[in-house]
């Protein structure tokens, strides 16, 4: 019943999703925000829910328009449910933005496949990594998106390999630039910016061990067909395939190294593996295995909002 109801896109099923983000991230603040109301706290969080509210539908928008699902809405689904799994995912405002910054890199990315404006869009690729990347110094990995997209889509052009680079200096600039004007001490703000941890005993907690076990075997399983089945779509349409795939090895990897071992390192692995879920559930033949998948979330969601 619940495949057969997102199996079409409608803009209730967004309206449905983000009013279930809003009782994720309510549940979510209430437990944890000790300081006193306030209307400077209610606004701070109201921005926090537009940048979780923005990264849904920076997600369906570029999903639709590269078809890199079918006409379903599985994909906003899949990821409001990955958050209400796991949301501590919502209680870190730098990585919350930084991975909305990262969806609007991955947007321009994938719409390199038109083989339109490129430079335009390498240059606001690298802009927008740049700006995750002040808020959260592993998202530099994703950089490794741009060298992908550039080999995927063979726009290999010598002035294509610099643009990216305007792009992190641009940047780097008006950061500067700022921190200068607001007095800012440099060596103040880099304090723990390189940070590594291979310390996962900040995970040793039931909500958590349940969420990830649950996320990375559903990502495993999925990605298994994910894989198999990209010899079938267009040639054209394959690079943007392969750097789903990429983005989701590249969250992965932060956290493994994110200093941040709280949960909301999972952040980035949400958007990619929402996508592969997707093209997974679109290839299920068995309605009630596709309908168990589905519940398994909610149940699991349910629960772990209650612990």
């Excluded at 008006?174 to 900040?202: C, K, N, R």
């Excluded at 298994?224 to 789903?244: C, T």
């Excluded at 909301?264 to 068995?286: C, D, G, R, V, W």
């Amino acid at each position: 019943m619940i495949s057969n109801f997102f199996g079409k896109a409608k803009p209730i099923h967004l309206l449905l999703v983000s009013a279930m983000l809003l009782v994720v991230f309510t549940i979510a603040k209430v437990s944890t925000i000790s300081s006193p109301f306030s209307l400077e706290l209610l606004f701070k969080q109201t921005v926090l829910f537009g940048v979780c509210l923005a990264s849904l539908f920076v997600l369906d928008f570029f999903v639709s328009k590269n078809n890199l699902t079918k006409r379903n809405s599985y994909k906003i689904l899949m990821f409001g449910l990955f958050v209400a799994v796991l949301p501590e995912t919502l209680l870190n405002s730098k990585l919350l933005i930084a991975n909305l910054f990262i969806l609007l890199a991955l947007r321009r990315l994938i719409s390199l496949r038109s083989r339109k404006e490129v430079k335009k869009k390498l240059f606001d690729a690298a802009f927008w990594i740049s700006l995750a990347t002040l808020l959260f110094f592993w998202a530099a990995l994703f950089y490794l998106l741009i060298v992908m997209a550039i080999i995927l889509y063979s726009i290999i052009h010598i002035k294509n390999w610099f643009i990216p680079i305007l792009g992190v200096l641009s940047v780097a600039i008006i950061a500067a630039s700022y921190m200068i004007i607001m007095d800012i001490e440099f060596e103040l703000y880099l304090h723990g910016f390189f940070d590594v941890s291979l310390d996962f005993t900040p995970l040793n907690s039931k909500r958590i061990i349940i969420a990830a076990t649950l996320l990375l075997s559903y990502g495993a399983w999925a990605s298994f067909y994910y894989l198999r089945n990209l010899k079938h779509q267009l040639k054209s349409n394959r690079p943007s395939f392969i750097i789903v795939i990429i983005s989701s090895l590249i969250a992965l990897l932060i956290i493994l190294v994110s200093p941040y071992k709280d949960g909301s390192e999972f952040i980035f692995l949400f958007a990619p593996l929402a996508i592969i879920m997707s093209n997974y559930l679109e290839i299920i033949p068995e309605r009630w295995f596709k309908e168990s998948l589905i519940l398994g979330l909610i149940v699991v969601s349910i629960v772990n909002l209650m612990l």
